[in-house]
């Protein structure tokens, strides 16, 4: 079920396109009709059990991503699983400092994943910058650029610490509060 | 080889080209090169003094001076001795002549800098900016009067 983003007709249009004595229904407006019942609560379950995240490391704290995804810490068992293409995952993490060199890599790669799709910043340098505030070449203030869910501060956080963001990143999607849906 | 024979080597064949030529210690020595005479000088250490190594490229502003320098590191496999290079570029329009003909793994320092420093190496293969993105090119970030650090657009977050 992805989400389809609505396209801006105007009024006029749709009473041109109505037929009398036939309802006729779009995709959109099943969507939205969706997103009110308690259906989205059962979808919300099942993409919240399902959060895969993108392998995509970009500092130190990548390492600990890394071992976060494997066997010691074992994501599986919420069903948080490393993908390495963007097109098969729901979770961006910017782990790390973010250059102006960069950021258009990471754009592309935030573009090409399907909708739902969700970000955590994880680390002092992805939040704030870190050790590299106010330098010339990093790019401040990612959360204008980025709907980031769950901000994990750490230099670099331990993998606990990733779990702890990925549990409350599945606790805001159950309780419709996330950014990476309009509710 | 030791040290004060290599200097005196160097001195004598580039008598004005070599100014300063000091041994800091047995493994360390400084010298000032004409940077007109750069390449010829590492032509030379590498074809007969057996310095086979070129350890970095950087550059240093010296704003009251209204000058440059580019710095060379050169080291050698065959004596335990570590030569530090310098020339001096006048601030408006650095340019010296590229040593990647000579030492190749001068590519990428020369390019870095180039792209902090400004400094224009002539004939290089390949002079495009190595980490920084395209449009930062002429800003310069590491010249004293750079005035894009510190970087006060972050929100306070406080």
Request: one cysteine or more; glycine letters at 6%.
């Amino acid at each position: 079920m992805g989400e389809v983003k609505e396209k801006k007709t105007s009024k006029s249009d749709e009473i041109s396109e109505e037929i009398p004595g036939v309802i006729t229904t779009t995709t959109s407006a099943i969507h939205n009709l969706i997103k009110k019942s308690k259906a989205q609560d059962i979808i919300n379950w099942g993409r919240k059990n399902s959060l895969w995240f993108m392998t995509q490391p970009m500092g130190c704290c990548g390492v600990e991503m890394i071992a976060t995804g494997c066997a010691h810490y074992d994501t599986d068992r919420f069903g948080i699983i490393p993908r390495n293409s963007p097109r098969q995952a729901d979770v961006m993490i910017i782990s790390g400092y973010v250059t102006k060199k960069y950021l258009p890599a990471l754009k592309r790669l935030w573009e090409q994943m399907p909708a739902p799709k969700w970000v955590i910043s994880m680390g002092d340098c992805s939040i704030s910058g870190g050790p590299f505030y106010e330098s010339y070449s990093t790019v401040q203030n990612i959360d204008e650029i980025f709907p980031i869910d769950v901000y994990i501060p750490g230099c670099p956080p331990r993998p606990e610490a990733l779990l702890q963001g990925f549990v409350e990143l599945q606790e805001k999607i159950k309780a419709k509060k996330d950014r990476g849906t309009e509710y | 080889m030791d040290v004060t024979e290599i200097l005196k080597s160097l001195t004598g064949k580039f008598p004005e080209a070599i100014s300063e030529a000091t041994a800091d210690s047995e493994i360390r020595a400084r010298a000032y090169v004409d940077k007109e005479k750069a390449k010829e000088v590492c032509q030379y250490l590498k074809d007969a003094l057996q310095f086979d190594h070129l350890c970095s490229v950087c550059g240093v502003d010296y704003i009251k001076r209204n000058e440059l320098e580019v710095v060379y590191h050169i080291a050698s496999y065959d004596h335990p001795v570590v030569l530090m290079l310098k020339a001096r570029l006048p601030r408006d329009s650095p340019e010296v002549e590229s040593i990647v003909s000579v030492y190749w793994n001068a590519n990428w320092y020369e390019r870095e800098t180039y792209e902090l420093f400004g400094i224009l190496f002539k004939n290089h293969p390949n002079l495009k900016p190595l980490v920084l993105p395209e449009d930062m090119l002429g800003e310069w970030p590491l010249r004293k009067d750079y005035e894009g650090f510190p970087n006060k657009t972050a929100r306070n977050l406080v």
